[in-house]
């Protein structure tokens, strides 16, 4: 059993599942539609939604148009839309320490109309602005010597 971090990256550790995730959480839901706006290779994005529907992360919905053969769309299931702060942390990261540019993409909440930020928060509510405020503890696997 791989900890928890470990046992993420096996599954969406590259950088097509990040795109694809993106796109399919702006509703873009067909194969050739995420090939045009990820720019991922063809065989690459097969095979990566493969593996998202593999891990559930992903689901498929057959649809057919006139004088058409039967094709699949895309949705993200629960566990693929859990990923949306993730996404969100790396693009902030992405901003202020990658060198990207700014504004391609912002989150907006729709209550208000106030920029969506991540953030690290405590079970009581507290936000956690410094990262040394966060104490990382290493537990031993179950039945470790």
Known sequence: ???????????VGDRWTFL???????????FEGLLERTGAPRAVLAGRL???VEHGLVGTHDYQEPRRRT????VLSESGRALRP??????AWGEDHAGATPGGLTD???GCGG???PRLVCECG????????????IHEPIGAA
């Open 126 to 137: 507290q936000l956690i602005d410094v990262p040394t405020d966060v104490l990382t503890e």
């Open 86 to 91: 993730v996404l969100a942390a790396l693009a």
């Open 115 to 117: 920029l969506v930020t």
């Open 71 to 74: 094709r699949q769309r895309y």
């Open 20 to 30: 694809v995730v993106r796109e399919l959480g702006l509703g873009e839901d067909r």
């Open 108 to 110: 907006r909440h729709r």
């Open 50 to 52: 493969r593996d998202l």
């Open 1 to 11: 059993m791989s900890d928890p971090l470990t046992a993420a990256l096996a599954v």
